[in-house]
T-cell receptor
Framework: GAVVSQHPSRVICKSGTSVKIECRSL??????MFWYRQFPKQSLMLMAT?????????EQGVEKDKFLINHASLTLSTLTVTSAHPEDSSFYIC?????????FGPGTRLTVL | DQQVKQNSPSLSVQEGRISILNCDYT??????FLWYKKYPAEGPTFLIS?????DKNEDGRFTVFLNKSAKHLSLHIVPSQPGDSAVYFC???????????FGTGTRLKVLA
């Protein structure tokens, strides 16, 4: 299957700071990438759909000004959590669309103190 | 409103036996379904998928069954191995949108 990487794998930051998470497709080009969030013992919740060269589409209830998504190339999408707060602490996972299947990155554990 | 449900949060199976994981959905417009396996602190790994035009798809030890009238799908793992111990998520989507709705997951434990 397709290989997707995320960086960093974990990050701890102070409340009020911004954190950038990168998602890369390593051996293919991804026109569409997705960003998910998973809270402990819960399901993966889609946050937004990221399309190369255009604005991201956010799911209901996700603040676009807080979770900035940039899909500048066919192999890279970034998620920036702006002015992070403790309630933003979660596991963030990206995925890349390949035909009918999404392939997921390893995830980023964000802890906001 | 949870459109995709996995009613069993956990399942324990003896090594070598069959594991059956179940998933129910409420929206009859879903037409593509997938199963993913997830280890703690890792991203989900794609296992197998099925289109609504089929009722069965098989790949090695993994078989997915789809019952559209019951809005139910299941994943069968035969024979189960200790390395299969993980959380399994089913997902549903509408063709053309590529947006997945995930179930809540079932933790499978295969006992040696």
């Amino acid at each position: 299957g397709a290989v997707v990487s995320q960086h960093p794998s974990r990050v701890i930051c102070k409340s009020g700071t911004s954190v950038k998470i990168e998602c890369r497709s390593l051996d293919f080009q991804a026109t569409t990438m997705f960003w998910y969030r998973q809270f402990p013992k819960q399901s993966l919740m889609l946050m937004a759909t990221s399309n190369e060269g255009s604005k991201a589409t956010y799911e209901q209830g996700v603040e676009k000004d807080k979770f900035l998504i940039n899909h500048a190339s066919l192999t890279l999408s970034t998620l920036t959590v702006t002015s992070a707060h403790p309630e933003d602490s979660s596991f963030y996972i990206c995925s890349c669309q390949v035909e009918d299947t999404q392939y997921f990155g390893p995830g980023t554990r964000l802890t906001v103190l | 409103d949870q459109q995709v449900k996995q009613n069993s949060p956990s399942l324990s199976v003896q090594e070598g036996r069959i594991s059956i994981l179940n998933c129910d959905y409420t929206n009859s417009m879903f037409d593509y379904f997938l199963w993913y396996k997830k280890y703690p602190a890792e991203g989900p790994t794609f296992l197998i998928s099925i289109s609504s035009i089929k009722d069965k798809n098989e790949d090695g030890r993994f078989t997915v069954f789809l019952n559209k009238s019951a809005k139910h799908l299941s994943l069968h793992i035969v024979p189960s191995q200790p390395g299969d111990s993980a959380v399994y998520f089913c997902a549903a989507s509408f063709s053309g949108t590529y947006k997945y709705i995930f179930g809540t997951g079932t933790r499978l434990k295969v006992l040696a």
